[in-house]
C-alpha cells in the first residue's frame, strides 16, 4: 500500500526573516516588503494538506476496535449464562447486548462500510468481523423463530430480523448480506436475505407508480432516507440474481428517479428530506443525514447499472449536481451543517463522512474531476478525523431523526457519540480516501490544496506545471 506524503511550504517566520537583510530581522519587521506574507501558516481550525493512507488506516483501525469490543455475538439465557447450543435456544433467551445492534440499518451500513475496508486495504480483519456476525445470526435465526412460533415472543433484536415492519429493518441489512454473499458464496445467508428482501418488495408500502412511502407524519409521505433503504437492496438483486438482473437493475432506476423528480431542489443542488404526495406546497428541509442518504444510493446504482443503461445518463447529472450543490455549502472546518444550506445548524459527522466517501468515490470511478473535488473531500475527511476519539467513538453524530416540518426540529436533535449512525460512514469515507491516495497526489501549492495525476516532487512552496505535468518552482 503506498503512502503519500505531502510537502508543506514554508511556513516559520524565522526561515522567512532569515532570507531578508539583516536590519529587517533585527527590526522583526513583518510586513509585504520583507515577507512573502501569502506564505504565512493559517490557523486552521482543523488539520489542513498533508495526508497519508498510514494515517487513515490508523483512524479505521481506531474505529474498528471500539467497535468489535463493542458488539458481542452470543445468545444468553433469561440468568445471563451463555448458550452455545443455538438448536434448543430456550425462552427468554436473548443476544448479549452491546453498545449497538449488530442488526439495525446503522450496523448494515457498517457491515457493508467494513468489506469494502477490507479491499481497500488488504486487512481481512474487517471481513472477518462481518463473517463471523453474519454466520451467528444465522445460525441463531431458526432457534429464535421457533420461539415466536411456539410462545410468539422472541429477542427484540432478532424480531427486527424475523418480521421486519420497515425498510429500516430490512434493507442495509439485506443489502450487507447480499454483497457478503456474492463475494463469498460459501455464506449461508440466503434464508434471512429472501427474508428481508420478501419485505422490501412486497411488505413495505408504496404509491401507485412503485416509489416507497410511509403514512407518517402524514399519510402519504415520502422520506428521502427511504432511498436508501430500499433501492440499493433491489439494483444488488441484480447482482445476487443475475438471471433476474434486467428487472431489478429496471427497478432500482426507475424508483430512484422518482424519489429524485419529487425531492430534488435544483435551486439549491440539494434533496429536501420530506415529501407528501399531492400537498400543493411541500415542506423542504434539507436535512444533512438525508441527503447522505440520497447521494450514498445514487452511488450504489451506479455501481451496478450496467454502462449501457438508459437511465444511466439521468442518475449521473444527478450525482453531478448534487455533489456540485453540497460542494457549495461545506463549512470552513471541512464539516457539513446539520441543515446543509443554513450555516447557523450544527457541523454534524455522519453526514460529512458520507459525503466524503461519496465524493471520493465519484472521482475513484471517473463520474466527476479529481481537480475539483479531491481538495473538498480531503478537507471533509480531515474534518471527520478530529470526531474520532482517542477511544474510537466517533462523536457529533446526530441521533436517530424522523421528520419534521419546521426548523427547530432539526436544529436542536441531540448529537452523540453513542449514536451509531456515524461510525460505518466514517469507516466507508476512510476506504475510499485511500483508494483516492493511491491514484492521485495531492500536494500544497502556494498554500493551497491541490490534486495532480502525476506526484510533485519539486521541494518549492510555489510552482508551475510544465506540459509533462511536472511541477517548476517559481522563481
Known amino acids: 500500500m503506498k503512502t503519500t506524503h505531502l510537502l508543506i511550504g514554508i511556513t516559520s517566520l524565522f526561515t522567512f526573516a532569515s532570507c531578508q537583510p539583516e536590519n529587517a530581522t533585527q527590526k522583526s519587521e513583518i510586513n509585504d516588503s520583507t515577507t512573502p506574507l501569502h506564505l504565512l501558516q493559517p490557523e486552521y481550525k482543523i488539520p489542513y494538506g498533508e495526508l497519508s493512507t498510514t494515517d487513515i488506516k490508523a483512524d479505521i483501525d481506531r474505529v474498528f476496535d471500539y467497535i468489535e469490543k463493542n458488539t458481542p455475538v452470543r445468545v444468553l439465557d433469561a440468568d445471563g449464562k451463555e448458550i452455545n447450543d443455538y438448536t434448543a435456544i430456550p425462552r427468554g433467551a436473548t443476544l448479549e447486548r452491546g453498545a449497538f445492534r449488530i442488526g439495525s440499518y446503522e450496523w448494515g451500513v457498517t457491515y457493508q462500510a467494513l468489506l469494502d475496508a477490507a479491499d481497500a486495504t488488504d486487512d481481512t480483519k474487517y471481513k472477518d468481523y462481518v463473517t463471523r456476525r453474519f454466520v451467528f445470526l444465522s445460525q441463531v435465526a431458526p432457534g429464535f423463530r421457533r420461539l ?5 415472543e422472541t429477542d427484540a433484536q432478532m424480531e427486527q430480523i424475523l418480521h421486519p415492519r420497515a425498510l429500516d429493518d430490512a434493507g442495509a441489512m439485506c443489502c450487507a448480506m447480499m454483497k457478503a454473499s456474492i463475494a463469498d458464496p460459501t455464506l449461508q445467508l440466503d434464508e434471512i436475505i429472501e427474508n428481508y428482501f420478501r419485505f422490501i418488495e412486497h411488505g413495505q408500502y408504496r404509491l401507485p407508480d412503485g416509489t416507497f412511502a410511509r403514512h407518517r407524519p402524514q399519510y402519504n409521505t415520502i422520506w428521502l432516507d427511504d432511498m436508501f433503504m430500499g433501492i440499493p437492496s433491489v439494483a444488488y438483486r441484480g447482482l445476487y440474481k443475475p438471471q433476474q438482473s434486467q428487472h431489478y437493475f429496471d427497478e432500482a432506476a426507475k424508483i430512484s428517479r422518482q424519489f429524485m423528480q419529487r425531492m430534488f431542489v435544483p435551486e439549491k443542488n440539494l434533496y429536501r428530506h420530506g415529501y407528501v404526495e399531492g ?3 411541500q415542506p423542504t428541509y434539507h436535512w444533512a443525514r438525508a441527503n447522505g442518504w440520497a447521494i450514498l444510493t445514487n452511488c450504489q446504482v451506479l455501481d451496478v447499472l450496467p454502462e449501457n443503461h438508459p437511465q444511466r445518463p439521468y442518475l449521473l447529472e444527478q450525482l453531478r449536481a448534487h455533489i456540485k450543490g453540497l460542494a457549495s455549502y461545506q ?3 471541512g464539516f457539513w451543517h446539520q441543515l446543509v444550506d443554513r450555516n447557523d445548524s450544527y457541523l454534524e459527522t455522519s453526514a460529512t463522512a458520507i459525503y466524503v466517501y461519496c465524493i471520493a468515490h465519484a472521482i475513484n470511478k471517473g463520474w466527476i474531476d479529481a481537480i475539483t473535488y479531491g481538495p473538498v473531500a480531503q478537507l471533509g475527511w480531515h474534518a471527520v ?4 476519539l482517542e477511544g474510537g ?12 416540518f419546521d426548523p427547530a426540529f432539526y436544529y436542536y436533535r441531540p448529537a452523540n457519540y453513542q449514536a451509531a449512525h456515524g461510525y460505518g460512514p466514517v469507516i466507508w469515507a476512510g476506504a475510499e480516501m485511500i483508494r483516492l491516495l493511491q491514484q492521485w497526489y495531492p500536494r500544497t501549492n502556494d498554500s493551497g490544496l491541490h490534486y495532480y495525476d502525476v506526484e510533485q516532487t519539486n521541494p518549492s512552496p510555489l510552482f508551475y506545471l510544465t506540459e509533462d505535468g511536472k511541477g517548476e518552482a517559481v522563481k
Open 385 to 388: 478525523s478530529t470526531k474520532i
Open 331 to 333: 463549512s470552513s472546518e
Open 279 to 281: 400537498l400543493a406546497q
Open 393 to 404: 467513538q466517533v462523536d457529533g453524530t446526530c441521533v436517530g431523526t424522523g421528520m419534521a
Open 148 to 152: 415466536y412460533d411456539e410462545y410468539q
